[in-house]
């Protein structure tokens, strides 16, 4: 039984180097683990990788307070936080374990830096003896989201940091006028995957919405530009199940997995978008969805670690802007494009969406766009923030563009 939760701990262990290091996705680092036959019962491992996370923005900041300062590397900052959560949360690790498992786990060529570790360890635990109840986000994302929303949502928003997230699911019998879900507090795999066989989608609303603001209608060709693992190609094959869509994914395994969940339903290409676009007639294409990568700041309840790299990364906007003119290309005259982001980050949002608007006049922006109860948005800019203070667990931001008629290709 105790070699047993040790081997829990290695795996977390080096599954958090690959985060915070290397800047994989939590999901697919937890994925490959969990895909081990014998590491899929194990509860703790998804517990301690994931509130490793969520703790990460209490604990490395204040670690900087028992060196005078100075900025730890990085290996021994997971370190720190990979034991320090163990010994504040984990009942079955008493604190003089987790900081000798700690001193033994010292990579060689910091061993000289032992008695720094050992007494930033104890001393953190001494002036800050419990975690706090409600997992704290870094500075520069209160402050982004504050100038956006206002304080009273993020105080609400973040409060819900320590709660499961609900399940939604979306049925057929939703419609182009109104948003149907059902909400359930869990699903175990058997129900996941008949409530899948029943044509149902499961995600959250915020992202379901996107394809509804598209308004899918009968034998339309649509495009789905940013598309695994799949969710708003679902929802647009569910509001309407005629459209001829073809969806695209640049990463060669999120498209295998999109291919497994549209099968026939629609075309799925691995290709890079803004190649794919070039190869499609021009003024071929009724609608585009255009959900694009981003810094995704709005999943912070979901995803903790995209924080931990995505506060400089601000440069998709770049890829961004160039998926939108190339996109303007495929669109008939008359065409839609929603343009979804899960972020409040503004050079993705609404700097993007005035950059557009003044440098490129072959957009007409849509401003008159009602958001379906229950869920909730404010203006912003020339699109949408939407903020899950009633439904939902994601930030996002939706701007909706109508490709202007010139009289011409169509
Ligand atoms: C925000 S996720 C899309 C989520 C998806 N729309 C859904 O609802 O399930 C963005 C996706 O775009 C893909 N991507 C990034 N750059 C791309 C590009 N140039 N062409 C096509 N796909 C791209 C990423 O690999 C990622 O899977």
């Not at 290996?75 to 374990?97: H, K, R």
């Not at 409530?195 to 495009?223: F, H, M, R």
Request: glycine fraction near 6%; charged fraction near 25%.
């Amino acid at each position: 039984m105790a070699a047993r939760v040790e081997d829990d701990r290695e795996l977390v262990y080096r599954g958090l180097q690959r985060i915070v290091v290397q800047g994989e996705d939590r999901e697919a680092v937890l994925q490959d683990i969990l895909s081990r036959p014998e590491n899929q019962e194990r509860a703790s491992l998804p517990f301690m990788l994931y509130g490793c996370l969520r703790h990460w923005y209490y604990i490395e900041p204040r670690l900087t307070e028992f060196v005078r300062g100075k900025p730890l590397p990085v290996e021994l900052q997971i370190l720190l936080v990979f034991y320090l959560f163990q010994a504040f949360v984990m009942d079955s690790v008493p604190v003089y374990a987790a900081r000798s498992e700690m001193m033994n786990r010292i990579p060689r060529k910091f061993k000289g830096l032992k008695g720094v570790l050992d007494g930033v360890f104890q001393n953190f635990l001494r002036k800050y003896p419990v975690l706090p109840e409600m997992p704290i986000l870094p500075k520069w994302w209160e402050s982004s989201l504050t100038k956006q929303a206002g304080s009273e949502f993020v105080l609400e928003f973040s409060s819900r940091f320590a709660q499961t997230p609900p399940v939604y699911v979306f049925s057929a019998m939703g419609s182009r006028e109104t948003l149907h879900f059902e909400k359930y507090t869990q699903l175990d795999k058997s129900e996941r995957n008949q409530k899948i066989q029943n044509g149902d989608v499961i995600c959250d609303p915020a992202s379901y919405l996107a394809a509804w603001l598209l308004k899918p209608t009968s034998d339309e060709v649509i495009l789905d530009l940013c598309a695994a693992p799949g969710n708003k190609s679902m929802a647009l094959l569910q509001i309407c199940p005629t459209i001829k869509l073809t969806s695209v994914e640049i990463q060669l395994a999120r498209a295998k997995i999109l291919k497994d969940r549209l099968k026939d339903r629609a075309t799925v290409v691995h290709a890079d978008a803004l190649e794919m676009l070039d190869s499609v007639d021009e003024g071929s294409v009724d609608a585009i969805l255009l959900d694009a990568p981003c810094s995704a700041w709005g999943t912070a309840l979901l995803h903790p670690e995209y924080l931990i790299h995505k506060q400089a990364n601000q440069n998709e906007s770049v890829l961004q802007m160039k998926l939108l003119r190339n996109a303007f290309k495929a669109l008939r005259n008359g065409g839609r494009l929603i343009y979804s982001v899960c972020t409040f980050c503004e050079a993705e949002t609404v700097k993007l969406g005035q950059a557009l608007m003044t440098d490129f006049q072959g957009f007409e922006v849509n401003r008159d766009l009602v958001c379906p109860a229950p869920l909730k948005w404010i203006s912003s800019g020339p699109g949408y923030l939407l903020l899950p203070s009633l439904e939902g667990s994601s930030v996002f931001w939706y701007m909706s563009l109508t490709k202007k008629c010139t009289g011409g290709d169509e």
